[in-house]
Nanobody, 125 residues
Framework: QVQLVESVGGSVQGGGFLRLSCTAS??????MGWFRQAPGKEREGVAA????????YYADSVTGRFTISQDNPENTVYLQMNNLAPEDTAMYYC????????????????????WGQGTQVTVSS
């Protein structure tokens, strides 16, 4: 059974940091990403990683603040979020694909085949 299990998010003040994790089981995915969705907004790609090559991609809004990384033996992907701002408040979702995606397709929710349950991140000003 394919499963993506995310860690619990949290609430922090602006300027703070959080780290999310996502552990995949049931299949060896080749590409994983993090998305977020704020109330009333579309789901947007935040960061993605090609697991085989550790190649990473980031949305402009998080470049320099967020880092996506992997722990291959554990089939786990992390999202380190630093210097958080209130506009980062959203439900964060882990996603995985059986295929290698590009920088463009890696930011499209439609390209992913499996999703985590979502975890809330709240940043106060």
């Amino acid at each position: 059974q394919v499963q993506l299990v995310e860690s619990v998010g949290g609430s922090v003040q602006g300027g703070g940091f959080l780290r999310l994790s996502c552990t995949a089981s049931g299949y060896m995915f080749r590409f994983m990403g993090w998305f977020r969705q704020a109330p009333g907004k579309e789901r947007e790609g935040v960061a993605a990683i090609y697991l085989g090559a550790a190649r990473t991609y980031y949305a402009d809004s998080v470049t320099g603040r967020f880092t996506i990384s992997q722990d291959n033996p554990e089939n786990t992907v992390y999202l380190q979020m630093n210097n958080l701002a209130p506009e980062d408040t959203a439900m964060y979702y882990c996603a995985a694909s059986l295929f290698v995606l590009s920088a463009d397709s890696g930011s499209s929710p439609e390209e992913y085949t499996s999703w985590g349950q979502g975890t809330q991140v709240t940043v106060s000003s």
